[in-house]
């Protein structure tokens, strides 16, 4: 039985990942507006996908912000959670990250049609701002 319910699951998420019939070039999750959509919404498979998102940026940027500093030699163990862009809080959660994404959307209409990366690099800028900017 849980096989069954796992491959449903996969095939949701399949469907999900294939561009509509109607937007040949467009792709999952590319702009803000795709992000509002699927991520203001209260589906939980949404809501799963866009956690997963937002963690895979978040991870990501860390990851290259720290493979960065120890290929200058400037990383030390006790160095804070910095991505020279914007420092994460103790004790933050993904959820909360996605709903500072949303709020930044939502009060910047006129930039949604950007790509998502560039406006959740813009959306963490500004809600997480490193008070030491000197790595």
């Known amino acids: 039985m849980k096989s069954l319910a796992c491959l449903a699951l ?3 998420v399949a469907a999900m990942l294939q561009p509509n019939s109607a937007s040949a070039q467009s792709s999952f999750l590319a702009t803000g ?3 509002m959509e699927t991520c203001g919404s ?4 949404e ?3 866009c956690l997963g998102y937002v963690r895979g940026y978040v991870t990501g940027h860390i990851s290259g912000t720290l493979n960065a500093r120890s290929f200058q030699q400037t990383w030390t163990p006790d160095a804070p959670l910095v991505t020279d862009t914007f420092c994460l809080p ?3 959660n993904y959820q909360q990250v996605v709903d500072v994404i949303l709020r930044f959307l939502e009060e910047n209409p006129a930039i949604r049609h950007e790509p998502l990366g560039l406006l959740i690099h813009l959306a963490m800028r500004q809600n997480f701002p490193c008070s030491n900017q000197s790595q």
């Open 90 to 92: 103790d004790g933050f």
């Open 42 to 45: 209260s589906e939980e498979l």
């Open 33 to 35: 507006n795709d992000f």
């Open 47 to 49: 809501s799963l996908v």
């Open 10 to 12: 996969l095939g949701a």
